[in-house]
Structures are given as structure tokens and as C-alpha cells.
């Protein structure tokens, strides 16, 4: 009976402890949620010394944290967002949106709600701001920025604001369609969309030299503004409209220089262009953008088949059944045919324009099936998945995989029922693909298939299966591979923890991690937008490659670097903790990411990573800065070998929390 007294004494006195000891901190009641804050995703300068911090609130008072400089100068911009630095690193651009408050009372008045717009310049702090800006963009070199305008109710066009950063000058241009910067220097390209249409036209202006050039001018519509990447070739679509159809046609413009004093256009019309290979009965759409290969020798668009105002479904006075059927050899379902009803109309069979001798080469066959053209100018790959519709409805994604010889138009089935297929490397001549087990590879011109890991699997040295996908399918799940090296000299992929680099003449591979032993997960970092092309996206192994960590069953997350000299890797930091996507400034070696655990709110380090640093040993003095308030600086143990430079907290609001019922 003591015991038990004693023992329930006991239970109760650690659970008054434990009862004041949770009555320390407040409770939560819902006027407190607003304060809640979320880090969002921060964006470097481009050589690192600045960072812009979006801060998200449950209240949805937002602010933008601009961080940096000799000074360490912190910049707080209420309702700011989308940050953008300029290529020299001088300008800071972002828009400013409404408060709540404004928000919840223009859409009572039934008002437009619009953004505004800021560029700040971090040396000076000189400011320029205009109301009603809808986009926003500065020139490659950094001296010119290009604002856009809201357009006017039932108006597609807008008025365009182009600013001289250095002397403060603008300029205006109005019944504007489109606008796009060249990707090097100070070229802007401008539809001109007039209400008679007498004004329509293309121009350039070089902002540099004050030169309007315009290179077009007619009572058409032009559409679809493309340069050709790192020069001054430019391509547009022209609309040409023909009462006898529905759609709308267009001839595609080109010009191979439109930065010359006087340039001369290129066109490819498809009323005119049946000795060039067009094919008959179909039309250039405006639904694709044009795009140039890197040579320039080749322009891709896309087409639709025309339609006939004849052909056209007659309207009837019967009452349209509401009656939905769904057969059995839909590989959609009716739901998601609906919602990709829209998209399944504006898709387009790719084509190429060779320039030089105005020949075409239709390379999509299929408007439901992806084309992609390659790198280097020399073959398209077109997908083909109706062979295998029935296993699609079930995850079993197998398909065809077609080549057009650009050059000669030839086209052949190069790969047949391939369930994983990664795509071309940045060469344009070799594909890559995995049976389920190993990777292999085949050169377009020669059509030589190369097992890739055949002597690592077979042997048992790699393991490329992804036993973590337990989805019943009669080809095994692999882990998807990181990607290709520069110049698409070797392929790297991924086991269960480690990163491969494949040689491609089969004769295996090198390890380039060991996190086996350790049961840490590696896997590469690639710092180029998913937007970027393949080359971009290639790793350059004549630099330092950076991987990310995760501990498979401790769940301990960081990041490692891999040195040019040696190759070997070290982990920069690994802990208890969550890491986000590492981010690199684009012309210095600084890096951002954000760190929080369950217990601690997100903090924002920013520095370079130091090779000489031993996180065991060494301690760092850093400086760390609340969002919310004052800076201090403290001395801790260093846990990473990231050199910080600083250190950025969230602030959240410390409660205890209680449940509503």
C-alpha cells in the first residue's frame, strides 16, 4: 500500500512538473496563428553578396528581406516579392503587392487588383518605383530594365516602360504585344498591336545606342517573339487568316541578324511553301513558340492540321445528350480527358525549318505524342506510346522511340518497347535507357546498343533497382539517374546510396561517393533550372560536384562536396536536422540553404564553402541576425564546413499549443 502511495506521489509530482512547466509559455489562440512565418525559397546575387529572403505570414503581411553588402545593410520591403538582381549585381528589382486590407476592398468594389513595382539600387539606395506594373524584366547587361503594364479593360496590348538605370531616362511604347531582351547586350524585340492594325509591326531597339529599327510592318498580328540563344537572330510568327478556315495560319520570320543596319527576313509560308516540303494541309500554329537550334542553321515550330469552315459541326436545335461513355481502349479516363481538353487542343506536331535551303522536315506524327528536338542540330526523337496503351492504364509506361534525321528527313524506329528512357545527352547523338536492371546506351548514327553496367550488376558490385517502390510491375523500378557529364562523355547514375559515372564503352564505372558503409544516400546537385537545356544541365566534373545526404534509416540529412584534385568527397555537414535545396550565387563560389528541426524555426546560412575547415575541431565565429529584430554575434561549435558568413532566423511565435475542439 505504500508502494503504491508512494509511486502515485511520485507519478503526480512529475506531472504538476511537467503540467508548469508547459504553463511557462502561452497558449495559442487563433489571433496568434497570423504571426506564423514561413521561409521561402531565397535568391542570391550574382556574385553572392546580397540575398533576398521572402517571408511568408499565415496573415498574409508578407515582406522581403534584402540582406548584404560591405555594410551588412538589412532591407525590409513590405508586401515585396518576386526578387530579381540584375546580371551586374548593381540592381535589385521585385514587385509590391497589395495589403490584405486593399485586397479585401478592391474585390468588394469589384476594382482590378494590381501590383506595383520597385528597383532599388544596392550601392546607392536609389529607388524607382511605378504603380501598376504587371511584369518586369532587366536587360542581359544590366543597365536597362523593361516594365510592362496592365492592360486595359478588353485590351490585349500594353504599355511597355524601358528605364535607363545609369541616367534615369524612359521611354515608353505603347499597344505593345509581346516584348523579349536578346541574350547578350541591350536589344529589345516589340510587337506592335494597333486597333486599325495599321501600325502592326516588329521592331528592335537597341537601348544602348537609342536605334529603333523596325524589321516588319503590315495589318497581320505578329505572335510568338524568339531569339536564337547567345545572338542576334530573331524569329516570328505572322498571322495569316483565311476566311474559308476556322483556325488562324501564320508565316514564320526570320531574321539571321537583327542587330544589322538593315536587316533582311526569311519566310516560310505554307500557302507558297509546298516545293520547300510542307505538308499539305496543315498550318504553322501559334501554339509553340519558335525556337532556333544553337548553330542557327535550324528553326522549330509547330503545326496543326487545318480546319474547313465547310467541315465544320453543324449547330442543331436538338438537346445535346449528357450521356458520358468511357471505353475500354481509353487510356484516359473521362475526368482526366476533360481537364487535358484544352491542353489536347492547343498541341502541335514539331517541325524544322533548315534556313539555309528552306527545306522542312515534319517531325512529330502524332499531336498526343512528345517530340523533342536535339541538342546539336542533327536528329529529333519522337515518342510513340499507342502500341501499349492497355499497360499504361496500369503503370506499365512502355513506348517507341523514333529518330528523324534532320539532315537527310529519315526517319526509323531506333528503340522498341523501352519502359524507363532518360532522353539524349548534350551531344544530340546518343540516347540512354534501362531494361529494369542496367543502364545502357546507343549512338543514333551508327545504331551500336552498350550495356553500361553490365559488368558492375553481374558481378554485384551496384545495385540500380529501386526496392523502395513496391508497386507490382513486371519490369523492376530503377533510381533515377543523375545525368550527364559535359560534352555527354560519361553518364551518372544513381544505386541505392551512391552516384556511378558510367563510361560508355561498357567497360564499367567509377564510384564516385561511399556512402554504403555509412548507409548515407547520395545523390548529385544540379544548380541548373529543369528548364535549362541538356548541356546546361550536364555536370562539369572540372569543378567541384556537390551531393546531397540522407541517412536511410537515421533520416540525418546534409550536404558533400567532391574536389576536382583527387576526387575526393567530403561531407560539408550532416545532422538531425532538415536541409533545403542548396542554392549557388551564379559568378562566385557562395551558397545559400535553410536549416530547422522540429524544435528549432528555419535559419537562412549564406557563405562559401571552406576545403581547409574540419567541422570536428575547428570553431567559427558567425554572425546571426533574427529576421525580427537585432543582430549578436555568437561563438558555437561549427557543425558545417560551409564557411558562414551569416546567418539569418526566422522568427515564430514560441506558444504552447492546445487542441480546439
Known amino acids: 500500500m505504500t508502494r503504491i502511495t508512494a509511486a502515485a506521489a511520485l507519478a503526480l509530482a512529475c506531472a504538476l512538473s511537467t503540467q508548469l512547466a508547459a504553463q511557462s509559455k502561452p497558449l495559442i489562440t487563433p489571433k496568434d496563428y497570423g504571426k506564423w512565418e514561413q521561409l521561402g525559397a531565397s535568391r542570391l546575387s550574382p556574385r553572392g553578396d546580397w540575398v533576398a529572403i521572402p517571408i511568408a505570414r499565415v496573415s498574409e503581411e508578407n515582406e522581403l528581406r534584402i540582406k548584404g553588402g560591405p555594410r551588412d545593410t538589412t532591407i525590409v520591403v513590405a508586401q515585396g516579392t518576386g526578387a530579381v538582381f540584375s546580371a551586374d549585381g548593381k540592381w535589385i528589382a521585385y514587385a509590391i503587392t497589395v495589403t490584405p486590407k486593399e ?23 536609389a529607388t524607382v518605383s511605378v504603380n501598376d506594373i504587371s511584369t518586369f524584366s532587366f536587360s542581359p547587361d544590366g543597365r536597362f530594365i523593361a516594365m510592362t503594364r496592365y492592360a486595359a479593360e478588353g485590351k490585349k496590348t500594353s504599355e511597355v516602360l524601358l528605364q535607363d538605370l545609369t541616367t534615369n531616362a524612359r521611354l515608353s511604347f505603347a499597344n505593345v504585344g509581346e516584348q523579349a531582351w536578346a541574350d547578350a547586350g541591350s536589344l529589345l524585340a516589340l510587337t506592335i498591336d494597333t486597333d486599325a492594325g495599321a501600325g502592326n509591326g516588329v521592331q528592335v531597339y537597341d537601348a544602348s545606342s537609342g536605334m529603333m529599327r523596325v524589321l516588319e510592318s503590315s495589318t497581320s498580328q505578329y505572335r510568338g517573339l524568339a531569339w536564337r540563344p547567345k545572338a542576334t537572330g530573331l524569329a516570328v510568327l505572322r498571322t495569316n487568316v ?9 508565316v514564320l520570320i526570320a531574321w539571321t541578324n537583327a542587330a544589322s543596319p538593315e536587316p533582311s527576313g526569311l519566310r516560310l509560308d505554307p500557302a507558297s511553301a509546298g516545293g520547300a516540303g510542307f505538308p499539305a494541309g496543315m498550318r504553322i500554329a501559334d501554339y509553340r513558340r519558335p525556337s532556333w537550334s544553337r548553330d542557327g542553321r535550324i528553326i522549330y515550330f509547330g503545326t496543326r492540321k487545318r480546319e474547313p469552315v465547310a467541315d465544320a459541326i453543324k449547330k442543331s436545335e436538338e438537346k445535346v445528350s449528357d450521356v458520358e461513355i468511357w471505353h475500354t481502349n481509353d487510356v484516359r479516363m473521362l475526368p482526366q480527358q476533360e481537364k487535358q481538353e484544352s491542353q489536347d487542343l492547343r498541341s502541335t506536331l514539331l517541325t524544322a525549318w533548315r534556313v539555309a535551303d528552306n527545306k522542312v522536315i515534319p517531325i512529330g506524327t502524332d499531336v498526343n505524342e512528345p517530340a523533342t528536338a536535339l541538342e546539336g542540330g542533327r536528329y529529333a526523337t519522337e515518342l510513340d506510346r499507342k502500341p501499349y496503351g492497355w499497360g499504361w492504364k496500369f503503370g506499365r509506361n512502355d513506348q517507341d522511340v523514333y529518330v528523324v534525321d ?15 528512357y532518360f532522353g539524349a545527352d548534350p551531344s544530340g547523338t546518343k540516347l540512354a535507357w534501362s531494361d529494369g536492371k542496367d543502364f545502357w546506351v546507343v549512338d543514333i548514327p551508327s545504331g551500336k546498343r552498350t550495356n553500361l553496367t553490365a559488368s558492375l550488376t553481374s558481378s554485384k558490385k551496384a545495385d540500380f533497382v529501386d526496392h523502395d517502390d513496391d508497386h507490382p510491375n513486371n519490369v523492376a523500378p ?11 562523355t560519361s553518364f551518372l547514375v544513381n544505386d541505392t546510396y551512391d552516384v556511378w559515372q558510367l563510361n560508355l564503352d561498357g567497360s564499367g564505372g567509377t564510384k564516385l561517393t561511399d556512402g554504403a558503409k555509412d548507409g548515407v544516400i547520395y545523390r548529385a546537385v544540379n544548380f541548373a533550372p529543369f528548364t535549362a537545356s541538356p548541356e546546361e544541365r550536364a555536370y562539369d566534373l572540372s569543378k567541384p560536384l556537390y551531393f546531397t545526404l540522407r541517412g536511410k534509416k537515421t533520416k540525418q540529412s546534409g550536404y558533400a562536396e567532391r574536389s576536382v584534385e583527387g576526387g575526393g568527397v567530403k561531407r560539408l555537414v550532416l545532422a538531425d536536422a532538415a536541409y533545403s535545396a542548396l542554392v549557388r550565387a551564379d559568378s562566385a563560389p557562395v551558397f545559400a540553404y535553410s536549416r530547422q528541426r522540429y524544435d528549432q524555426p528555419p535559419k537562412l546560412y549564406l557563405g562559401a564553402t571552406s576545403p581547409t575547415r574540419k567541422p570536428s575541431s575547428r570553431r567559427t565565429r558567425r554572425r546571426k541576425t533574427t529576421l525580427g529584430g537585432k543582430s549578436s554575434c555568437s561563438t558555437s ?3 558545417s564546413a560551409f564557411r558562414c558568413s551569416r546567418c539569418f532566423t526566422i522568427r515564430r511565435t514560441t506558444t504552447r499549443r492546445r487542441s480546439i475542439r
Open 103 to 125: 485586397r479585401e476592398r478592391l474585390t468588394k468594389e469589384k476594382k482590378p487588383i494590381h501590383n506595383g513595382f520597385e528597383a532599388k539600387n544596392l550601392a546607392t539606395g
Open 406 to 420: 534532320l539532315g537527310s528527313g529519315e526517319r526509323k524506329r531506333i528503340l522498341e518497347k523501352v519502359r524507363h
Open 637 to 639: 561549435r561549427a557543425r
Open 242 to 250: 483565311d476566311k474559308a478556315f476556322k483556325d488562324t495560319a501564320h
Open 478 to 488: 530503377v533510381i533515377n539517374p543523375a545525368g550527364w557529364t559535359k560534352g555527354g
